[in-house]
C-alpha cells in the first residue's frame, strides 16, 4: 500500500509540476512588479518629486529603473535599460508568430554581449534537444510493447493498476519531462533558422 501510495504521490506531483510550472510564481512577482511601477509613479507624480529631483538624477537612476520595470512587467524578462533597445529590434527581427512570452522561454540562450542580441546554444543543448525529441516516441512505444506482454487476466485490478504506471503512465511522463525541459531549446533552434532564413 505504502507503495501504491508513493507512486501515486509522484505521479501527481509530476502532473501539477509540468501543468502549473513557474506561471503561478511569475504571476505573484509580475504582481509586485506592477504594483512597484504603479507606486513609484504614484509618488513622483502626487508630490511633484520629479521636477525637483536633480536632473543627473533623474536621467541616469529614476528613469531607467522605471524603464526596466515597466518592461519586466510587460514582457516577463528582466534586463537592463541599455538591452532593452537590444530585445525590441530582436523581437522585430523575428517578426512573424513571435511574442514575448516566446523570446522570454528562450532568454538563457540569448547572447547580450554584442551590438544585436545573438542565439547561443552549444553543442551539447542541440544534442540534447535532438535525443529528447526522438526519445519520447520510442519511451512512449516501449512501454506500450511491455505492456502488451504482460499477461493481465490472472492479476488483480490492484495489479494491473501498478502494471499500468510502470509501463505506460511512468514513461509518459518521463518522456513528457524531457521534452518540457528541451521546450527553450526547440524554440531558440527555430528563432536561429528563420534568422539565417532571412539574412540568405
Known amino acids: ?20 510550472g513557474k506561471q503561478p510564481i511569475g504571476n505573484v512577482l509580475n504582481f509586485f512588479q506592477r504594483r512597484k511601477l504603479k507606486n513609484m509613479t504614484n509618488t513622483l507624480d502626487t508630490h511633484s518629486l520629479f521636477e525637483k529631483l536633480d536632473a543627473d538624477f533623474k536621467s541616469k537612476f529614476i528613469l531607467p529603473d522605471l524603464k526596466e ?11 537592463n535599460e541599455k538591452s532593452i533597445l537590444k ?7 523575428l517578426g512573424g508568430k513571435y511574442t514575448w512570452p ?11 554581449q554584442s551590438e544585436e542580441i545573438k542565439i547561443k546554444l552549444n553543442k551539447l543543448q542541440r544534442t540534447y ?8 516516441p520510442l519511451i512512449l512505444l516501449t512501454g506500450f510493447i511491455l505492456l502488451s506482454l504482460q499477461s493481465v487476466e490472472s492479476q488483480s485490478m ?28 526547440f524554440i531558440a533552434k527555430q528563432m536561429e533558422k528563420r534568422l539565417k532564413d532571412q539574412t540568405s
Do not use: R, W
Not at 87 to 93: A, P, S, T, W
Not at 102 to 112: C, F, N
Not at 129 to 136: D, E, H, L, T
Open 129 to 136: 534537444s535532438s535525443v529528447a525529441f526522438i526519445s519520447f
Open 158 to 185: 490492484m495489479k494491473i493498476f501498478i502494471t499500468m504506471l510502470s509501463y505506460l503512465f511512468l514513461p509518459a511522463i518521463c518522456g513528457y519531462v524531457l521534452l518540457a525541459t528541451s521546450t527553450s531549446i
Open 87 to 93: 530585445y525590441i529590434e530582436f523581437k522585430n527581427k
Open 69 to 79: 520595470i515597466y518592461f519586466y512587467t510587460q514582457t516577463g524578462i528582466k534586463t
Open 102 to 112: 516566446d523570446i522570454k522561454k528562450v532568454d538563457q540562450h540569448l547572447d547580450l
Open 1 to 20: 500500500m505504502d507503495l501504491i501510495n508513493g507512486i501515486i504521490t509522484t505521479i501527481i506531483s509530476s502532473l501539477l509540476g509540468a501543468f502549473l
